[in-house]
């Protein structure tokens, strides 16, 4: 079945405590990309990636980060966790670069940074 | 700077009324692409139909049908014979182009609420 798989789907963690969440899709996407969800400002793109050692900000990168080293693997990183980053995050997948590409979502990831 | 405006947070509509959700969205480019996407209770995101700036016929799906009119940068969503199953956010989306890296840009989304 073709999908993107997130994981975990929810965690309760600390300020500070380093965390990952992982990404991983089945299709053979070049393009990866991470959003989060907060309530009244809908999705806002973190970081994308168009393809293996390529990536690049989005709208909101501060505090994150991520990595490509495989194309199937696109994890988020937060190295240093705050409460402001407490949100409902999603990573997505299309096949190409091109905006046309409707994009495939995870089932969402959701981050309680107390 | 690409833009999408949902102006409804939320509606309430009872069982078997028409609704349509409003969408309208700011680029420069003249080659774009349109989006909406159904979040149910269950917190997925699920495609629902893309449009490109180029094809501005209406389309129908079911109950579900869609008005963009490139004159006044609107992609309106209905549902017709509304439905308990169809109370979800509903997110309207925009993508410039194709040039590489063409970010999605997202609306604020209307929640939608059907009541039996």
């Known amino acids: 079945e073709a999908q993107v798989t997130q994981n975990p789907r929810y965690l309760i963690t600390v300020t500070g405590k380093k965390l990952t969440v992982t990404c991983s899709q089945n299709?053979?996407?070049?393009?990866m990309s991470w959003y989060r969800q907060d309530p009244g400002l809908g999705l806002r793109q973190i970081y994308y990636?168009?393809?293996?050692?390529?990536?690049d900000k989005g709208d909101v990168p501060e505090g994150y980060k991520v990595s490509r080293k495989e194309k199937r693997n696109f994890p988020l990183i937060l190295e240093s966790p705050s409460p402001n980053q407490t949100s409902l995050y999603f990573c997505?997948?299309?096949?190409?670069?091109?905006?046309?590409?409707?994009?495939?979502f995870g089932d969402g990831t959701r981050l309680s940074i107390l | 700077a690409q833009k999408v405006t949902q102006a409804q947070t939320e509606i309430s509509v009872v069982e078997k009324e028409d609704v349509t959700l409003d969408c309208v969205y700011e680029?420069?480019?003249?080659?774009?692409?349109l989006f909406w996407y159904k979040q149910p209770p269950s917190g997925e995101l699920v495609f629902l139909i893309r449009r490109n700036s180029f094809d501005e016929q209406n389309e129908i799906s079911g109950r579900y049908s869609w008005n963009f009119q490139k004159s006044t940068s609107s992609f309106n969503f209905t549902i017709t014979a509304s439905q308990v199953v169809d109370s979800a956010v509903y997110f309207c989306?925009?993508?410039?182009?194709?040039?590489?890296?063409?970010?999605?840009?997202f609306g604020e989304g209307t929640q939608l609420t059907v009541n039996p």
């Open positions: 680029t420069r480019d003249t080659t774009y692409y």
């Open positions: 997505a997948s299309r096949l190409f670069t091109g905006g046309n590409q409707p994009q495939h």
């Open positions: 990636s168009m393809n293996v050692e390529v990536t």
């Open positions: 989306a925009l993508s410039e182009g194709e040039t590489s890296g063409s970010r999605l840009t």
């Open positions: 299709m053979n996407h070049e393009y």
